[in-house]
């Protein structure tokens, strides 16, 4: 059975400090992986990586997907109060028109 | 264009009582789905749409209806609601040439 699991469930650290994020994935046909950011309504689309593209930055936000281990990271440089949010993984199958399957999600503090 | 927009915001029914949760979308998407987000379980797909007229299930499909008669709209029925579907309610949408999928802001459902 697919699934995603993402690690940890809850995070706190401090404003300025650097987290790491992860998602493994268990899915045949692997098409591409997708991370989200979620406040307090909609996920939001942050990166989406593929075979093609296994590197991604926006600013103080990167992420890397490693096929060969079945995992992927975000990491968060210089955290800011704003960045406190849930995180969210999803992968996408070659052979799926179009369901994603997602992980339960990491939710981030970031205390002052 | 205003995106994926849903309504309502916010809705309280009683047990076996039905209600249709709208969603609309301005970006000319082939598909759109309909997930719930529950505590610790991420997100799980209901329903979703490959294009009008076609509507498929997805993991948790039980007690709820969909159709989509346009392109631009696909409303999910509850048929008789119960406790076990208080939930939060995202309607998401993506074209075909990617796997981004983008979200309206979310219904917030109690049943009592």
């Known amino acids: 059975e697919d699934k995603v699991v993402q690690s940890p469930l809850s995070l706190v650290v401090h404003e300025g400090d650097t987290v790491t994020l992860n998602c493994s994935y268990e899915?045949?046909?692997?098409?591409?992986l997708l991370w989200y950011k979620q406040e307090k309504k909609a996920p939001t689309f942050l990166f989406m990586l593929?075979?093609s593209g296994i590197e991604k930055k926006s600013g103080r936000l990167s992420s890397i997907l490693d096929k060969k281990e079945l995992f992927s990271i975000l990491n968060i440089t210089a955290t800011q109060t704003g960045d406190s949010a849930i995180y969210l993984c999803?992968?996408?199958?070659?052979?799926?028109?179009?369901?994603?399957?997602w992980g339960a999600g990491t939710k981030l503090i970031i205390k002052p | 264009n205003a995106g994926v927009t849903q309504t309502p915001k916010f809705q309280v029914l009683k047990t076996g009582q039905s209600m249709t949760l709208q969603c609309a979308q301005d970006?000319?998407?082939?598909?759109m789905s309909w997930y719930r987000q529950d505590p610790g379980m991420g997100l799980r797909l209901i329903h979703y749409?490959?294009?009008?007229?076609?509507?498929d299930q997805g993991e948790v499909p039980n007690g709820y209806n969909v159709s989509r008669s346009t392109t631009e709209d696909f409303p999910l029925r509850l048929l008789s609601a119960a406790p076990s579907q208080t939930s939060v309610y995202f309607c998401?949408?993506?074209?075909?040439?990617?796997?981004?999928?983008?979200f309206g802001p979310g219904t917030r459902l109690t049943v009592l």
């Open positions: 998401a949408s993506r074209g075909t040439s990617t796997d981004t999928q983008y």
């Open positions: 593929t075979s």
């Open positions: 970006m000319n998407h082939e598909y």
């Open positions: 749409s490959v294009g009008a007229g076609i509507t």
């Open positions: 999803a992968v996408k199958r070659m052979d799926s028109n179009y369901q994603l399957i």
């Open positions: 899915v045949t046909n692997f098409r591409s």
